[in-house]
């Protein structure tokens, strides 16, 4: 490893204990990293790898006393952060090192102007008057590329989008020139296109500001492109550590291999064209009325979906793409009958979209509905035979109770989980056995259509692999048809076999994945490939929405 | 922690064939881990468990006030008969008497029980509404004898006035003795304090029930359908709860005699709706929950996810506020009584106590009893809440 640089950062066997209760739990084991001046170095790992606990650690921003340290030290310019008086370190903090979390909907306080909180880090910091302080943020807001910054200083997080939240997190972060930035997955929570924008942000501004970045994160794309130095992490210790080049091309450990390997990968199974319709949408329309004035007259529409048609066939999966506020999850819930919904949506030779609730009952069966939060789509309160058999005790009422039990034991074997595990409850499972288990409730009533409402996106990457895998052994097994709604297009690709890409409820593309991913036709697609699979961001003004 | 899973394989095949039915029954009676834990955490609340106990044990003893403080023996035997008085009002013609019920402590009477059988007599010889007549009262310095209230007889060094020998004795027979004095009628305080607490205890507790289950039920509906219906709730709640509960309460009580059950009702009319802002609260931000959507989706009624998978939820909160309603419900009869509005004369009450000690100050006792014991109750269900409150505090159950 070249030396030409001073070391800014010395981690030294840190670890980092949790106490709740009687129970000690030890997040970090023995972790020692370095980092040099003016270099990106990325802490990677799946999640509870301890990443975050580690880079935390260096900020002290550790829940203390429910944390300790039982061992390490974190040298910074020759000075122990873990050692030092609260009030040396509160000097430190937005000064010298400084933060950018993963949230930017929640690490904003709601309540206070943009001008009063990028004003804060140097109100506190460095003194400044009022007026030195509005010349320094509107510098600053210019700086992290938000456009006529005089007309933002007054405006509140809920008026600025997800993009330009984060830009204003950076603002804050970079507002006292640190010399270490810590950036917790600052693009996890963001679109594919904004995730472009705001790595190359973060690119541009180290080459001018000359700051240290720690990378926090579990994309390795992400890793690719930005850092030099990698250091993987598993269970609270550090497995493989080396230049980023190095690690990509020759892992030595299986850990990082098995990363490696873990992206969604294969085919759809092939599409018959000659398969029965199962659902089918001509027109569909999901207006919401914007009410004003003291007798509430609807002067304009939010069109959540306008216009979008759509044909899906049994064994087949129809893959909706889009950025967040693209209409795909409410274009999913009204064809699951579950919002209201303008124009022909027609199951199986049956025009349900003026069905009755009641009505509607004895077909829910067919039609079910996967969701993208493991933690919350199941009660905390039921047991997952509760859980699993909820669907049946409506759906199929003569069933008796050793029935359902013998049912329960078989869908949870169909999603490939241990049968004996239906009496516990989902707090005892991982995310990916959640989402299992999310799964089975699904399938145990034998569903024909199924609706996949990012079913992957809160999971890591090797879990969603496997989901992917689960996903299209189902189909095949049960010759099922899927809605697949997704703004990760890896995943799309290794299940789709037909695409629609939304933006703002309208279609902007669709064809079959394999024309969409080789030859998209309009530029928002390209875009969107782009920004998706080489993190490049595309400065047209196709995309920026932000 | 580890529900039911069947490890060991030498125990599987026995237990498979029965583990339906038994999971089944076990689930009834398990806690699910979370309360489970809640549980744990409530008992860590030392002050909070001892609490809880040492109110059910009380609440437990008063519910059985007639066999504690009673003018009637629990058991009797007059010539051979075995006799029940507590529970069964004899005449006294049976002893040779002629009043429509016997009075158990008329010399005459007692006597002659106790000449051909025997009697069990409760711990305290007084009930809330009998006046101790053998109590020969006080004299004071002036050698005048003074009517009642009359002090505990451990805390008065006044001599007593001239009376019979036999009225002597009997007044000092240990369960006769006023432990805490008498008040303005010559009833035993201690006997009105068992008998109040267990009306105050009742009272607060139905009341709280039936708040409850109104307060939680318009509460789920507004939540869980919102718009149009909960906007209406809304505006009728903040009308309905404007309006001022005790003026109301003195109109009705001039119109009705208001006893335990009017009281009950008209209170019960105004205090429902302090539960249904949480419960509405939980509901609305329940409702958008996806395992939420997920039920909507497999077809189940609205009835049953308002049950099932929303009020489990709500049901935190709810808990968190109950022994707060109840503490307010009893502070709130007493505060009735104290006013003379409350129960109809003659019932027991801490509240008509705290009255008596208000009007005869001269008689300290009396103030002092129902302070106590008022404060003491309170207490009790204050340590019991804020134990309950920090058990369900999510940022302690799950740290």
Redesign the interface.
Known sequence: MSNTSRTLVQVRNLSVDFR?GQQVSHAVRKVSFSIKQSETVALVGESGSGKTVSAQSIMRLLTYP?ASHPSGQIFFHGKDLLALPEAEMRAIRGRRISVVFQEPMTSLNPLHTIEKQVGEVLRIHRGLGTAAIRTHVLDLLTKVGIREPEKRLNSYPHQLSGGQRQRVMIAIALANEPELLIADEPTTALDVTIQAQILELLQDLQAELGMAILLITHDLGIVRKMASRVYVMKDGGVVESGATADIFANPQNAYTRHLLAAEPKGAPPQADESAPVVVETENLRIWFPIRRGFLKRTVDHVKAVDGVSLKLRAGQTLGIVGESGSGKTTLG?AL?R?IQSEGPIVYANNRIDRFASRA???L??N???V???PF????????VSQIIE??LL??KPHLT??QR?QAVSKALGDVELDP??Q???P?EFSGGQRQRI?IA?AMI?EPQFVVLDEPTSALDMSVQAQIVDLLRHLQRQRNLAYLFISHDLKVVRALSNYVIVMRNGKVMEEGTAERIFNAPQTEYTKALLSAAFDLRATHASSVIND | ME????RNSANRNFYSARS?FM??LA?QFQL???SLRRWENFKANRRGYWSLWIFVVLFFLALFAELIANNKPIVASYKGEILFPVLIDYPEEKFGGFLAVTDYKDPLISEEITANGWMLWPLIRHSYSSSNNDYPRRQNQAGECLGFPSPPPWASNMALCQSPADQVARYKTIGNRNWLGTDDQGRDVVARIIYGFRISVLFGLILTVLASIIGIAVGAIQGYFGGMTDLVGQRFLEIWSSMPYLYILIIISSILIPGFWTLLFVMLAFSWTSLVGVVRAEFLRGRN???I?????????NT?IMF??LL??AMVATLTYLPFQLTGAITALTALDFLGLGMPPGSPSLGELLKQGKDNLQAPWLGLAAFFSVAALLSLLVFIGEAVRDALDPRKTF?
Request: glycine share 4%.
């Open positions: 709740a429910a819930l699951l579950l509607m009952r004895p829910r069966k039609i079910q509905i969701f993208q939060d919350g789509s199941l009660s905390p309160r039921l047991s909820e669907g409506i759906q109770f050793e039990r004996d595990a009496d516990r409850y707090h999310a409730r009533l | 529900p039911h899973v069947y339906n999971s089944r689930r699910t881990p979370i929950f996806e395992y959507r997920a039920a909507r989706a497999l077809g189940l009624s049953t099932k998978h489990p939820n740290e």
